[in-house]
């Protein structure tokens, strides 16, 4: 019975507590709660959707992956750099890049550039089919490709290409190659 006594008595305060606390309350204080309570109902139904919680597990991953290698560093110091470049920018120079990035755009917006484009493309995706439809034997098979007459010119084109763009990026430059 004494102890029962003691339990009432320590449970006192507690009680006194709780109506003090429900009569300090508004009725917006309560909507308030509410509110709070109902959206983190939603959020616990949310996780229990299969596809919710397998995209937070996905994350949870990511983020472990990132951590542990050292990557999570990496892309707190990346966006450090964004932002101190985003408050460091003025309006003259955020004018300037967007000069400049419409002028590339509207430099690289040509016909000829677009039929660069699709020409390579196709190239590509025909060289793609018949390596598919004609796989080499081995390595041998490969080599004897480069030393027919079809071979020979296209390694002739590739050299005299790469040395093509080599001088007139060097032109560009305002760096005169020895010859």
Not at 56 to 76: K, Q
Not at 97 to 122: C, G
Not at 139 to 147: G, K, Q, T, W
Request: hydrophobic content about 45%; glycine content about 6%.
């Amino acid at each position: 019975m004494e102890g029962m006594l003691t339990s009432d008595v320590a449970a006192e305060p507690i009680r006194q507590l709780g109506a003090a606390a429900s009569a300090a309350l508004t009725d917006g204080m309560v909507e308030r709660l509410v509110a709070t309570g109902t959206t983190g109902l939603e959020v616990l139904d949310r996780l229990n959707d299969p596809d919710t919680k397998a995209a937070v597990h996905r994350v949870l991953d990511g983020l472990t992956a990132l951590h542990v290698t050292g990557g999570l560093d990496t892309l707190f110091e990346l966006v450090d750099v964004a932002h101190a470049a985003r408050s460091a920018a003025s309006d003259s120079m955020v004018e300037r890049l967007t000069v400049f990035l419409e002028t590339m755009a509207s430099n690289l917006a040509t016909q000829e550039i677009a039929e660069l484009a699709r020409d390579v493309e196709r190239a590509l995706y025909d060289a793609g089919q018949r390596c598919a439809n004609e796989p080499p034997r081995n390595l041998f098979s490969v080599l004897r490709r480069l030393f027919t007459t079809d071979g020979v010119k296209t390694m002739n084109l590739m050299l005299t290409f790469g040395k093509c763009w080599h001088e007139r990026a060097l032109a560009h430059a305002g760096v005169e190659e020895p010859r």
